[in-house]
């Protein structure tokens, strides 16, 4: 009896060893495999407009005989918002914010996101993250909301981590708000390399 048991932990033993020995070989031979992952912050500045000749936004659907307004539930919003270096509509544009944004609450306070950042800039061009939450409703006045990465391509391959966006500059006379959002991203070294 008791030399099974002890029989049977020697054998938990060798498994776990088995496994942190196979993990550390693979990690060595396959950098993605048991990857702990590099951890990065970017900030970047989502600029909103939502009326215009250069809007950014538009209502494609929403729920029958009800305007669609941000604050309706059912309402879905496609976005293609330039993403810049700093707050200023003219600073650097290092990319893209493309995605839909769903009035997914009854009550208008919160919408579901599903919505890609797509880097055109020099250290991150043509990697990708991949968000979906639903958070705050920024577009009707909250002031902050927090969403999951769920994804990534390129540098930012198996990605995952989170972004707290929020309003930092509402300039209605122009249709314009600026989003900043602060990103912490954590993704496998040596994911950028082909
Ligand atoms: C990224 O930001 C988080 C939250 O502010 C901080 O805890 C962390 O140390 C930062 N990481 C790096 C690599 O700068
Ligand atoms: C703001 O949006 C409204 C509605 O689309 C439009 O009529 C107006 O011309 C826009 N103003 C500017 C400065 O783009
Ligand atoms: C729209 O974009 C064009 C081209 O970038 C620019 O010349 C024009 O001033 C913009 N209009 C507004 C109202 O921002
Ligand atoms: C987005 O940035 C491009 C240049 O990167 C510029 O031509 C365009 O007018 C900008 N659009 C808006 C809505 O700011
Ligand atoms: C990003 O990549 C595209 C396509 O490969 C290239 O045309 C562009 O010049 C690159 N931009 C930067 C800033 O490196």
Not at 78 to 94: K, W
Not at 129 to 148: I, K, T
């Amino acid at each position: 009896m008791a030399k099974g048991s002890a029989l049977a932990s020697i054998q938990i033993s060798l498994v776990l060893l088995l496994a942190i020995f196979v993990c550390s070989e693979a990690n060595r031979l396959d950098p993605y495999y048991c990857c702990r992952g590099k951890e990065t912050n970017i900030t970047v500045y989502l600029q909103v407009f939502t009326g215009g000749p250069n809007t950014t936004s538009v209502a494609v659907a929403g729920a029958p005989g009800k305007p669609r307004t941000p604050s309706n539930f059912g309402t879905i919003i496609v976005n293609d918002f330039n993403i810049t270096q700093g707050i200023s509509n003219n600073s650097p544009t290092i990319g893209r914010a493309q995605g839909i944004e769903i009035a997914s609450s009854r009550d208008g306070s919160r919408s579901l996101g599903i919505f890609s950042l797509i880097f055109s800039n020099f250290k991150y061009n043509g990697s990708t993250l991949e968000f979906q939450g639903a958070g705050y409703n920024l577009q009707v006045g909250s002031p902050a909301r927090e969403d999951p990465i769920v994804g990534g391509t390129k540098t930012f391959r198996f990605a995952r981590g989170y972004a707290f966006f929020q309003t930092v500059l509402r300039r209605p006379a122009r249709n314009n708000t600026v989003i900043r959002g602060d990103i912490t991203v954590i993704s496998c070294p040596g994911g950028g390399k082909f």
